[in-house]
Nanobody, 126 residues
Framework: QVQLVESGGGLVQAGGSLRLSCAASGRAFSTHTMGWFRQAPGKEREFVAAISWSGGRTNYADSVKGRFTIIRDNAKNTAYLQMTSLKPEDTALYYC???????????????????WGQGTQVTVSS
């Protein structure tokens, strides 16, 4: 079992930055692909970014490319989402997720992930 706890959300003005953290407990964090998803009110959960278990491969949604960066620190069992140039449309509840399959591919769909955190709210004001 893996437990995931997100933190770092908050209220920020458009153009600002935030860094989200996802702390994992349990075993084998270093073998899990880590992903970030978000869900705005009335919308489906959507993929934001993901990083392979080795950190060597990443994947980003087109809407965040060039603005968001996903990294991981396996020594700290933590994944991060650095968000810059934030826009009001980035407002959502952000979730981190873990995929234990050790697949070569970095999945972008929620049903490929095995564990989920409770989410952290990001609100971007215009």
């Amino acid at each position: 079992q893996v437990q995931l706890v997100e933190s770092g959300g908050g209220l920020v003005q458009a153009g600002g930055s935030l860094r989200l953290s996802c702390a994992a407990s349990g075993r084998a964090f270093s073998t899990h692909t880590m992903g970030w998803f978000r869900q705005a009110p009335g919308k489906e959960r959507e993929f934001v970014a993901a990083i392979s278990w080795s950190g060597g491969r990443t994947n980003y949604a087109d809407s965040v490319k060039g603005r968001f960066t996903i990294i991981r620190d396996n020594a700290k069992n933590t994944a991060y989402l650095q968000m810059t140039s934030l826009k009001p449309e980035d407002t959502a509840l952000y979730y981190c997720a873990a995929d234990e399959s050790r697949s070569f591919y970095v999945p972008v769909v929620p049903n490929k992930y095995d564990y989920w955190g409770q989410g952290t709210q990001v609100t971007v004001s215009s």
